[in-house]
């Protein structure tokens, strides 16, 4: 019953009419938004005559009976520390303009993809593939239009971060394996599914090292049949990104065939034009942490290498300012409790409000963004967008809740509704209004969220962070389990300051030795980097 009320407040509602009061204030957009949101889930309750008990469960101070002491810090850092206008964060930042030059390297791959090369673009971490990705989507949509680009990732959180659905979803294969046939006769039992197998003129996949060869062939194979073309990929445009020295794929049965990563599927050469490894480092500026993080990501740690390391485990400090990454979430979770119990503040509780298709709702829950998010004062919290990149507030920016500020409306009257306020480590202190997070499918928004922008941060887990930067990350390397998963954790941060370490095992870092025969073929056959030329795609 709790998620029908995706409110928060530090003092119990007292009747129903104060809470209809709430929805009819004047507020600013994020707020209405979320407000309009909430009003269906609201009415549902009522109708349900589950209305009062509902609010009282919203409202818990889960770990604590200081009732008041959050309300009056709360107030105290209203009156006296928060300038509204200057410190009210801008809309989140969705246009994919960055904020430096593009390499020539880049501009490369852009203009193939302008010409309708279909592109494999790989990278170690922190040369730019996410960013890249980014912008070659705004390309693909100019040139198809936006309705016929698909954008997916293999993960529900990659799949958020670019706007976009779960490759799984996209395909309407659901998550048993099967054979090609199994899955073809699936797809086109669905109508919806085969129309946008059909719509689709340009296909994005991200995150490929998660992807199977078994379901990348096969998807090449639904894709030629529903769209009844014998050209590979039935003629679309795709475009692939990922360093498949990162997670592998999950493979819960090993296939009598013995392939694993989709780069061993039989159509992956013919799937593109071009396929390209970015060279350039970006992430980390320092040449000695770059070779030691090239080095653990090809399993080829020297001892030079290994002393850096070694090193890092001699820093190991319990600084409030470190990210903990964990292999398993149970570790995860039990950390931000214990340390937000430890606080033993009075805690409000964001409880997310959801719409949009019902089956779409559900890859709500598979991305980073929580069901429910609940924060007191002194807890230390992850950005999971970006809000501003000029001032720092961008996905993976960590900081401290150092108060709660309640909404106002138009007259200046404040409200029960409390929204945190952050004080982030390389940025401003600004207050965090809850945000849109969109589930599309194509160009439509098939499903959303509305939630605070945050996650717990005193730890997360290694899956969690594909993708992101941070300042200060420790890891414990003996719990490390699977290929690239040593790799993945360490690669996150920007500089050795920030990397800490226990448990050090060298032979916790290990590269799949497939990978590494890949890698090799790879560099030595493709193009080199200036001088690309278009292929002519294999037909099938
Ligand atoms: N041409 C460029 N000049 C300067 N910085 C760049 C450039 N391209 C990318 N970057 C920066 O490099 C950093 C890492 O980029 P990004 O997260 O896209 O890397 P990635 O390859 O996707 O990493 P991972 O594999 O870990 O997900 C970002 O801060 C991004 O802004």
Same mark, same amino acid.
């Given at each position: 019953?709790?998620?029908?009320?995706?409110?928060?407040?530090? &003092?119990?509602? %007292?009747?129903?009419?104060?809470?209809?009061?709430?929805?009819?204030?004047?507020?600013?957009?994020?707020? %209405?938004?979320?407000?309009?949101?909430?009003?269906?889930?609201?009415?549902?309750?009522?109708?349900?005559? !589950?209305?009062?008990?509902?609010?009282?469960?919203?409202?818990?101070?889960?770990?604590?009976?200081?009732?008041?002491? #959050?309300?009056?810090?709360?107030?105290?850092?209203?009156?006296?520390?928060?300038?509204?206008? #200057?410190?009210?964060?801008?809309?989140?930042?969705?246009?994919?303009?960055?904020?430096? &030059?593009?390499?020539?390297?880049?501009? @490369?791959?852009?203009?193939?993809?302008?010409?309708?090369?279909?592109?494999? $673009?790989?990278?170690?971490?922190?040369?730019?593939?996410?960013?890249?990705? /980014?912008?070659?989507?705004? $390309? *693909?949509?100019?040139?198809?239009?936006?309705?016929?680009?698909?954008?997916?990732?293999? #993960?529900?959180?990659?799949?958020?971060?670019?706007?976009?659905?779960?490759?799984?979803?996209?395909?309407?294969?659901?998550?048993?394996?099967?054979?090609?046939?199994?899955?073809?006769?699936?797809? =086109?039992?669905?109508?919806? +599914?085969?129309?946008?197998?059909?719509?689709?003129?340009?296909?994005?996949?991200?995150?490929?090292?998660?992807?199977? +060869?078994?379901?990348?062939?096969?998807?090449?194979?639904?894709?030629?049949?529903?769209?009844?073309? &014998?050209?590979?990929?039935?003629?679309?445009?795709?475009?692939?990104?990922?360093?498949?020295?990162?997670?592998?794929?999950?493979?819960?049965?090993?296939?009598?065939?013995?392939?694993?990563?989709?780069?061993?599927?039989?159509?992956?050469?013919?799937?593109?034009?071009?396929?390209?490894?970015?060279?350039?480092?970006?992430?980390?500026?320092?040449? %000695?942490?770059?070779?030691? *993080?090239?080095? $653990?990501?090809?399993?080829?740690?020297?001892?030079?290498?290994?002393?850096?390391?070694?090193?890092?485990?001699?820093? @190991?400090?319990?600084?409030?300012?470190?990210?903990?990454?964990?292999?398993?979430?149970?570790?995860?979770? /039990?950390?931000?409790?214990?340390?937000?119990?430890?606080?033993?503040?009075?805690?409000?509780?964001?409880?997310?409000?959801?719409?949009?298709?019902?089956? %779409?709702?559900?890859? *709500?829950?598979?991305?980073?963004?929580?069901?429910?998010?609940?924060?007191?004062?002194?807890?230390?919290?992850?950005?999971?967008?970006?809000?501003?990149?000029?001032?720092?507030?961008?996905?993976?920016?960590?900081?401290?809740?150092?108060?709660?500020?309640?909404?106002?409306? =138009?007259?200046?009257?404040?409200?029960?509704?409390?929204?945190?306020?952050?004080?982030?480590?390389?940025?401003?202190?600004?207050?965090?209004?809850?945000?849109?997070?969109?589930?599309?499918?194509?160009?439509?928004?098939?499903?959303?969220?509305?939630?605070?922008?945050?996650?717990?941060?005193?730890?997360?887990?290694?899956?969690?962070?594909?993708?992101?930067?941070?300042?200060?990350?420790?890891?414990?390397?003996?719990?490390? !389990?699977?290929?690239?998963?040593?790799?993945?954790?360490?690669?996150?941060?920007?500089?050795?300051?920030?990397?800490?370490?226990?448990?050090?095992?060298?032979? /916790?870092?290990?590269?799949?030795?497939?990978?590494?025969?890949?890698?090799?073929?790879?560099?030595?056959? @493709?193009?080199?980097?200036? &001088?690309?030329?278009? *292929?002519?795609?294999?037909?099938?």
């Amino acid at each position: 019953m709790l998620s029908l009320l995706p409110f928060c407040f530090l &003092e119990p509602l %007292r009747s129903e009419s104060k809470l209809l009061l709430y929805q009819k204030q004047t507020c600013d957009n994020a707020q %209405r938004l979320y407000f309009s949101a909430c009003k269906e889930k609201l009415e549902c309750a009522r109708s349900m005559k !589950f209305f009062s008990s509902a609010i009282i469960a919203v409202y818990r101070r889960s770990f604590s009976t200081q009732s008041s002491r #959050t309300t009056k810090y709360a107030q105290s850092v209203y009156q006296n520390r928060i300038k509204k206008e #200057t410190n009210r964060i801008p809309k989140a930042n969705k246009t994919h303009q960055p904020l430096f &030059e593009w390499t020539q390297e880049q501009k @490369n791959i852009f203009s193939h993809v302008h010409r309708g090369a279909s592109v494999f $673009i790989t990278g170690s971490a922190g040369t730019g593939k996410t960013v890249l990705l /980014k912008h070659i989507i705004d $390309i *693909l949509k100019d040139v198809h239009g936006k309705s016929k680009v698909f954008v997916t990732a293999s #993960t529900g959180i990659a799949a958020c971060a670019l706007q976009g659905q779960t490759l799984h979803s996209f395909a309407s294969i659901g998550i048993q394996n099967a054979d090609s046939g199994t899955l073809l006769d699936k797809v =086109k039992m669905n109508k919806h +599914a085969c129309k946008r197998w059909k719509k689709a003129t340009a296909l994005v996949i991200d995150e490929i090292s998660m992807i199977s +060869a078994d379901l990348f062939e096969s998807l090449e194979y639904i894709a030629r049949d529903i769209r009844g073309s &014998e050209v590979v990929w039935g003629g679309m445009q795709l475009i692939v990104c990922g360093d498949f020295f990162q997670l592998p794929p999950v493979i819960k049965q090993q296939k009598l065939s013995g392939k694993e990563f989709a780069f061993e599927a039989d159509c992956w050469n013919a799937s593109f034009d071009l396929q390209v490894e970015l060279s350039q480092v970006f992430r980390q500026s320092d040449p %000695r942490l770059i070779k030691m *993080l090239q080095g $653990i990501r090809k399993g080829e740690t020297d001892a030079e290498d290994l002393q850096l390391l070694e090193e890092s485990c001699s820093m @190991n400090k319990q600084d409030s300012l470190v990210v903990w990454l964990y292999p398993r979430i149970n570790d995860v979770e /039990k950390v931000n409790e214990e340390r937000m119990k430890s606080l033993g503040g009075s805690t409000v509780t964001y409880a997310a409000a959801d719409s949009g298709l019902e089956h %779409r709702k559900k890859q *709500l829950n598979q991305g980073i963004v929580p069901d429910q998010l609940v924060l007191c004062v002194g807890a230390r919290v992850m950005l999971i967008m970006n809000l501003n990149i000029e001032r720092n507030l961008c996905n993976g920016a960590t900081g401290t809740v150092t108060g709660f500020v309640p909404v106002e409306d =138009k007259n200046a009257r404040k409200s029960d509704i409390l929204f945190p306020l952050v004080k982030f480590d390389r940025g401003p202190e600004i207050l965090i209004e809850p945000q849109k997070f969109e589930i599309f499918e194509g160009d439509i928004v098939v499903a959303w969220r509305y939630q605070i922008p945050l996650i717990l941060a005193w730890a997360i887990s290694i899956h969690k962070c594909q993708g992101m930067t941070l300042d200060h990350a420790q890891t414990d390397l003996s719990r490390a !389990f699977g290929y690239g998963m040593v790799y993945v954790a360490l690669s996150r941060v920007r500089s050795l300051e920030g990397l800490h370490l226990s448990g050090f095992t060298p032979s /916790k870092i290990k590269a799949h030795p497939k990978v590494l025969l890949f890698y090799k073929s790879f560099t030595s056959s @493709n193009l080199s980097h200036t &001088e690309f030329s278009l *292929l002519h795609r294999v037909r099938k």
